[in-house]
T-cell receptor, first 113, second 113 residues
Framework: ETGVTQTPRHLVMGMTNKKSLKCEQHLGHNAMYWYKQSAKKPLELMFVYNFKEQTENNSVPSRFSPECPNSSHLFLHLHTLQPEDSALYLC????????????FGSGTRLTVV | TQLLEQSPQFLSIQEGENLTVYCNSSSVFSSLQWYRQEPGEGPVLLVTVVTGGEVKKLKRLTFQFGDARKDSSLHITAAQPGDTGLYLCAGGPSGAGSYQLTFGKGTKLSVIP
């Protein structure tokens, strides 16, 4: 039990589908993050939420839409994705927005067909 | 743009051998973290170093932060098959109000029994 739970673990979706990834943390952390991990590339930060407020959006295409209803839950809504969006999507949380001491979830392996 | 270069990219060794992996940058970081990621899972934080020249030990793992806070190394003594995984270094945010960690591409370690 890592304290950060992501669902689903695996997702296959067509380019015209709409789906959502869910992340939940029970660590009392106030900052939550979405990262994308592709083969042969470093982890890419997508979005940061601190106390439910989005504080960073690293030029992510609008087909990815985050939602943070409270400090414990984070969603990533997906629509009209491209095959190059296939990757492992990782959620993380930390106490404070400084990034020290990230706890990652197990990730959602997304395949876009 | 801050970059972290990790070397080597791949390392395959026999059980019982020692090894060192490196994380280098031309940028100064406020902190440096090391994570280990196993297949199908998210990265797990091993250690955070914050002071230039700092050395931390975690059982058979020794972590060092460079004096100038631009580089770090991870040394494993008497490697075991359980050490197999992807080792990622991440540099802490360098600017006020910044929440972004900079990740290296990782070193993939295989320890052969």
């Amino acid at each position: 039990e890592t304290g950060v739970t992501q669902t689903p673990r695996h997702l296959v979706m067509g380019m015209t589908n709409k789906k959502s990834l869910k992340c939940e943390q029970h660590l009392g952390h106030n900052a939550m993050y979405w990262y994308k991990q592709s083969a042969k590339k470093p982890l890419e930060l997508m979005f940061v939420y601190n106390f439910k407020e989005q504080t960073e959006n690293n030029s992510v295409p609008s087909r990815f839409s985050p939602e943070c209803p409270n400090s414990s839950h984070l969603f990533l809504h997906l629509h009209t994705l491209q095959p190059e969006d296939s990757a492992l999507y990782l959620c993380a949380s930390s106490q404070g927005g400084t990034g020290i001491g990230y706890t990652f979830g197990s990730g959602t392996r997304l395949t876009v067909v | 743009t801050q970059l972290l270069e990790q070397s080597p990219q791949f390392l395959s060794i026999q059980e019982g051998e020692n090894l060192t992996v490196y994380c280098n940058s031309s940028s100064v970081f406020s902190s440096l973290q090391w994570y280990r990621q196993e297949p199908g899972e998210g990265p797990v934080l091993l250690v955070t170093v914050v002071t230039g020249g700092e050395v931390k030990k975690l059982k058979r793992l020794t972590f060092q932060f460079g004096d100038a806070r631009k580089d770090s190394s991870l040394h494993i003594t008497a490697a075991q098959p359980g050490d197999t995984g992807l080792y990622l270094c991440a540099g802490g945010p360098s600017g006020a109000g910044s929440y972004q960690l900079t990740f290296g591409k990782g070193t993939k370690l295989s320890v052969i029994p």
